[in-house]
């Protein structure tokens, strides 16, 4: 699986935002580190991790709200994994900012969560990554977040 999601990732991140596809390597990077946690969900994780920032490719976004937009793409697009679609659809707890942009509804409806340890476990990796890719903590990161 993650043969597939880094090239893909790649192709939609490196050049168009740069700095992006540093922190999804961040992202998968902690992923790896946390493998002997998750059993036979490593790999799905570490995959889902590389990928969860794909909808801020110009060519995907098209609502804006990228949790939404990249797992459109891995759905009718690249027809990945279910299960590495929905960890990319409900990242980094997806529904506030989707409640607070009025697409909770609409996320909700086209994407199940993946199980909670999963969700965690990717929340815990992007929120220990900082936009260059280096190791932070979840405090400043939500931080640097709220700067933006």
């Known amino acids: 699986m993650t043969e597939w999601a880094y090239p893909l990732a790649e192709s939609l991140l490196s050049e168009?935002?740069?700095?992006?596809?540093k922190h999804s390597l961040g992202v998968a990077e902690r992923?790896?580190?946390i493998a002997g946690a998750l059993g036979s969900d490593a790999e799905l994780l570490?995959?889902?991790?590389?990928?969860h920032d794909i909808g801020c490719?110009?060519?995907?976004?098209?609502t804006g709200f990228h949790p939404l937009d990249?797992?459109?793409?891995?759905?009718d697009v690249a027809q990945a994994d279910e299960r590495?679609?929905?960890?990319?659809?409900?990242?980094?707890?997806?529904?506030?900012?989707?409640?607070?942009?009025?697409f909770r509804e609409e996320?909700?409806?086209?994407?199940?969560?993946?199980?909670?340890?999963?969700?965690?476990?990717?929340?815990?990796c992007d929120?220990?990554?900082?936009?260059?890719?280096?190791?932070?903590?979840?405090?400043?990161r939500v931080n640097e977040i709220a700067g933006r």
């Open 31 to 33: 992923a790896r580190a």
């Open 16 to 21: 168009s935002l740069p700095r992006r596809w």
């Open 84 to 102: 590495v679609i929905r960890l990319v659809a409900h990242h980094s707890c997806a529904w506030m900012e989707a409640e607070a942009r009025g």
């Open 46 to 51: 570490e995959a889902a991790a590389v990928l």
């Open 127 to 140: 929120m220990n990554t900082t936009p260059d890719g280096t190791p932070t903590n979840p405090v400043d």
């Open 107 to 124: 996320l909700e409806a086209e994407f199940q969560r993946e199980v909670p340890e999963l969700t965690d476990a990717l929340c815990f």
């Open 57 to 62: 490719a110009p060519d995907l976004a098209k």
């Open 70 to 75: 990249g797992a459109r793409y891995l759905r």
